[in-house]
């Protein structure tokens, strides 16, 4: 009898010992949080960001990308015509993995930083393909130059964040061709057209 | 075999200066061979040729100027007349002097005012205006009545070939081709009045040299990351050409050309290649200097 009971108890025993942990990892599952995401949005620097690639050589996709995305963004699910982006990067924050590269590309040959030291965004229209994805039409104004660009706009998700507020977050994909903001040099080695791809959270206001 | 992007900047940088120069000179200049009338064509040439340089670099400058270098093609033609007329009109030392203050603090305002919309930092100002304060004097000090000396082109080609380098190496590689488009072309005026006419650089043409020069220097110093000391030491060797070529002679105990141009390659070689070293031990091992 008292085995049996000894051995119930370590049955038991193993049984917690499993389940608890595998409890806890079905808690920490990664869900997309599928909220409203209407509002109006501060973006959260810490959380976005915005890469590039560009050719190099002919042979390779190069990538670098912008660590500091700051601005706002208004979603109004009822009325797309009220939806409203402003981002604006700080070209200092371009960072390619190598020094001598980054001051090369903010110097005078391209971006020109120190005349032209952020690049803007300002969405116009954004026109609904689906549920969760979108074309984002608006103007950048880079190296001095405004020019219309075009985005694909996908939401991935939004909902509350653990410290009491509400978040909402995108991906906006896209190319542009860098000689028409001006950006002609060195077209023979480095590719006019350019991948963009800005990832943005932010938070409810 | 170099692969065709290198063939390519050498040809925009190197060959089509130097081949408009050439072609401008032949074209201009045969008829003064052997005549007792100087060559009137200095500034002339090289500034077409430089700016044939500059489109085959940098393309057509945007309209309205859009950054400092869409200015470059007006500031250049600017001063081959502004020079030309001074010299045509024979105006005197205090109204020459005037009018390259007012010149080249122009030229100095177009090119900085995009950048102190943003940038009025105390530093920045500092490092403009001496830039703009030394390209005035070199510019007074090599605006002298007559012939120049005649190692003064053979100086101001390893100069511009010096800040071709070293523009390069911290940051523009555009402006390091703008600059060995000046190279180019002092190097095929050297070779042509070396060979053919025998004549130094005339003032208009040391002028017009010197504007390209010295706006590609304060470009470099405000938009790029070239270090003063650099862009002082490129001014500074033009500016002490004067005192160096007389003493050159006294040293060497010779007036003879040869004597006069080892002299000044050797001064001008030593400092540039002394300040291309370090700034590629620096681009090595950043925060060493």
């Given at each position: 009898?008292?085995?049996?009971?000894?051995?119930?108890?370590?049955?038991?025993?193993?049984?917690?010992?499993?389940a608890?942990?595998?409890a806890?990892?079905?808690?920490?599952?990664?869900?997309?949080?599928?909220?409203?995401s209407?509002?109006?949005?501060?973006?959260?620097?810490?959380?976005?960001?915005?890469?590039?690639?560009?050719?190099?050589?002919?042979?390779?996709?190069?990538?670098?990308?912008?660590?500091?995305?700051?601005?706002?963004?208004?979603?109004?699910?009822?009325?797309?015509?009220?939806?409203?982006?402003?981002?604006?990067?700080?070209?200092?924050?371009?960072?390619?993995?190598?020094?001598?590269?980054?001051?090369?590309?903010?110097?005078?040959?391209?971006?020109?930083a120190?005349?032209?030291?952020?690049?803007?965004?300002?969405?116009?229209?954004?026109?609904?393909?689906g549920?969760?994805?979108?074309?984002?039409?608006?103007?950048?104004?880079?190296?001095?130059?405004?020019?219309?660009?075009?985005f694909?706009?996908?939401?991935?998700?939004?909902?509350?964040?653990?410290?009491?507020?509400y978040?909402?977050?995108?991906?906006?994909?896209?190319?542009?061709?860098?000689?028409?903001?001006?950006?002609?040099?060195l077209?023979?080695?480095?590719s006019?057209?350019?991948?963009?791809?800005?990832?943005?959270e932010?938070?409810?206001? | 075999?170099?692969?065709?992007?290198?063939?390519?900047?050498?040809?925009?940088?190197?060959?089509?200066?130097?081949?408009?120069?050439?072609?401008?000179?032949?074209?201009?200049?045969?008829?003064?061979?052997?005549?007792?009338?100087?060559?009137?064509?200095d500034?002339?040439?090289?500034?077409?040729?430089?700016?044939?340089?500059?489109?085959?670099?940098?393309?057509?400058?945007?309209?309205?100027?859009?950054q400092?270098?869409?200015?470059?093609?007006?500031l250049?033609?600017?001063?081959?007349?502004?020079?030309?007329?001074?010299?045509?009109?024979g105006?005197?030392?205090?109204?020459?002097?005037?009018?390259?203050?007012?010149?080249?603090?122009?030229?100095?305002?177009?090119?900085?005012?995009?950048?102190?919309?943003?940038?009025?930092?105390?530093?920045?100002?500092?490092?403009?205006?001496?830039?703009t304060?030394?390209?005035?004097?070199?510019?007074?000090?090599?605006?002298?009545p007559?012939?120049?000396?005649?190692?003064?082109?053979?100086?101001?080609?390893?100069?511009?070939?010096?800040?071709?380098?070293?523009?390069?190496?911290?940051?523009?590689?555009m402006?390091?081709?703008?600059?060995?488009?000046?190279?180019?072309?002092?190097?095929?005026?050297?070779?042509?009045?070396?060979?053919?006419?025998?004549r130094?650089?005339?003032?208009?043409?040391?002028?017009?040299?010197?504007?390209?020069?010295?706006?590609?220097?304060?470009?470099?110093?405000?938009?790029?990351?070239?270090?003063?000391?650099a862009?002082?030491?490129?001014?500074?060797?033009?500016?002490?050409?004067?005192a160096?070529?007389?003493?050159?002679?006294?040293?060497?105990?010779?007036?003879?050309?040869?004597?006069?141009?080892?002299?000044?390659?050797?001064?001008?070689v030593?400092?540039?290649?002394?300040?291309?070293?370090?700034?590629?031990?620096?681009?090595?091992?950043?925060?060493?200097?």
């Amino acid at each position: 009898m008292k085995s049996q009971q000894l051995f119930s108890a370590a049955a038991l025993a193993a049984t917690l010992a499993f389940a608890v942990p595998t409890a806890a990892q079905a808690a920490a599952v990664y869900k997309v949080q599928t909220g409203n995401s209407n509002g109006t949005f501060q973006i959260d620097p810490v959380h976005s960001i915005a890469l590039f690639t560009i050719g190099h050589l002919g042979v390779s996709e190069f990538a670098g990308r912008f660590d500091k995305v700051t601005g706002t963004f208004t979603v109004d699910s009822a009325h797309p015509g009220r939806d409203k982006v402003d981002v604006e990067i700080p070209i200092a924050s371009l960072d390619t993995n190598y020094a001598q590269r980054n001051t090369d590309l903010s110097g005078p040959d391209f971006f020109n930083a120190k005349q032209f030291p952020t690049m803007h965004f300002v969405g116009t229209r954004v026109e609904p393909k689906g549920k969760e994805d979108a074309v984002l039409l608006g103007k950048l104004t880079l190296h001095g130059i405004t020019r219309p660009v075009r985005f694909r706009l996908h939401h991935v998700g939004a909902g509350p964040d653990p410290w009491g507020g509400y978040r909402s977050g995108y991906v906006a994909t896209g190319t542009i061709r860098r000689s028409q903001f001006g950006m002609t040099y060195l077209l023979g080695g480095i590719s006019d057209k350019v991948k963009l791809s800005l990832h943005i959270e932010g938070k409810r206001q | 075999m170099p692969s065709t992007l290198v063939l390519g900047l050498l040809l925009h940088t190197v060959v089509i200066p130097a081949a408009a120069a050439a072609l401008l000179l032949a074209a201009t200049g045969l008829r003064f061979v052997g005549a007792a009338a100087r060559y009137p064509g200095d500034g002339v040439v090289i500034a077409a040729a430089c700016l044939a340089g500059y489109v085959g670099v940098y393309g057509w400058p945007a309209s309205p100027p859009l950054q400092a270098l869409d200015w470059l093609p007006l500031l250049l033609l600017s001063g081959m007349v502004s020079y030309g007329a001074l010299d045509r009109f024979g105006a005197g030392r205090v109204t020459r002097g005037v009018l390259m203050a007012v010149f080249v603090a122009g030229a100095a305002a177009l090119l900085l005012v995009p950048l102190f919309s943003y940038d009025r930092k105390p530093a920045t100002i500092a490092a403009a205006a001496t830039v703009t304060g030394i390209w005035f004097l070199t510019a007074l000090i090599h605006d002298q009545p007559g012939d120049g000396d005649p190692s003064f082109g053979v100086l101001f080609f390893f100069v511009a070939a010096g800040n071709a380098f070293i523009a390069a190496l911290t940051g523009s590689v555009m402006l390091g081709q703008l600059s060995g488009v000046l190279a180019a072309v002092v190097a095929t005026w050297c070779l042509w009045h070396g060979m053919v006419q025998r004549r130094p650089l005339t003032r208009a043409g040391r002028g017009v040299a010197l504007t390209l020069l010295a706006v590609l220097l304060l470009i470099g110093q405000c938009y790029g990351d070239t270090p003063l000391w650099a862009t002082v030491m490129l001014f500074a060797l033009l500016a002490l050409h004067r005192a160096v070529a007389p003493l050159s002679v006294c040293l060497m105990r010779s007036d003879a050309l040869f004597a006069r141009l080892l002299f000044t390659v050797v001064l001008a070689v030593a400092p540039i290649a002394t300040g291309v070293y370090f700034i590629v031990r620096a681009s090595v091992h950043p925060g060493e200097f």
